[in-house]
Antibody, heavy 117, light 108 residues
């Protein structure tokens, strides 16, 4: 079955750019939207945005000015960059597949990113 | 934006209990609602989609109902592995997705 795995630095300095990659195994990146979702410690889930194989992207308006997502079909990966980070961006970041318009399944295991100097 | 609320925010129950969680949308979302279970340190897991459809492989003690603005998630007979946090999620106004604040279910 399809499995997702996030990777990237666990520590990012304030004002710098957070970069994460999600690698898909057991299936193709084609024909689905691929999303990033984050969760600050002890808090709820926030959808960051999604990317399609064509490169089409949709972002959460609250983060849109700082977010970029892309797809690398040759590596079966998609990526997230979040610029000008602050402590408020500290969270566990999940990647997830979008199914049938609105469902997220499966999810990656999540990766903790801490913003600190 | 569509806002989601859940009640209660936390709930204590015993094995074998019937448990109900409600989710309310700030506007009509028809049946565009999913339910997830999240255990500590783990990613959320999809349980119910389109308000009332059981995801493949999910035990039948889980169920969902509702449409419009009011939705209900029920566990008919709590099992030890069900103690977790549950989130609703709307997808009516694509491509904007929002989650409810969660309901933490723990052991009484």
């Amino acid at each position: 079955q399809v499995q997702l795995q996030e990777s990237g630095p666990g520590l990012v300095k304030p004002s710098e750019t957070l970069s994460l990659t999600c690698t898909i195994s057991g299936g193709s990146i084609s024909s689905y939207y691929w999303s990033w979702i984050r969760q600050p410690a002890g808090k709820g889930l926030e959808w960051i945005g999604r990317v399609y194989i064509s490169g089409t992207t949709h972002y959460n308006p609250s983060l849109k000015s700082r977010v970029t997502m892309s797809v690398d079909t040759s590596k079966n990966q998609f990526s997230l960059t979040l610029s000008s980070v602050t402590a408020a961006d500290t969270a566990v970041y999940y990647c997830a597949r979008g199914k049938n318009a609105g469902r997220f399944d499966p999810w990656g295991q999540g990766t903790l990113v801490t913003v600190s100097s | 934006d569509i806002q989601m609320t859940q009640s209660p925010s936390s709930l204590s129950a015993s094995v074998g209990d019937r448990v109900t969680i409600t989710c309310q949308a700030s506007q009509d979302i028809t049946n565009s609602l999913n339910w997830y279970q999240q255990k500590p340190g783990k990613a959320p897991k999809l349980l119910i989609y389109d308000a009332s459809n059981l995801e493949t492989g999910v035990p039948s003690r889980f169920s969902g109902s509702g449409s419009g603005t009011d939705f209900t998630f029920t566990i008919s007979s709590l099992q030890p592995e069900d103690f977790a946090t549950y989130y609703c999620q709307q997808y009516d106004n694509l491509p904007r997705f929002t989650f409810g604040p969660g309901t933490k279910l723990d052991i009484k």
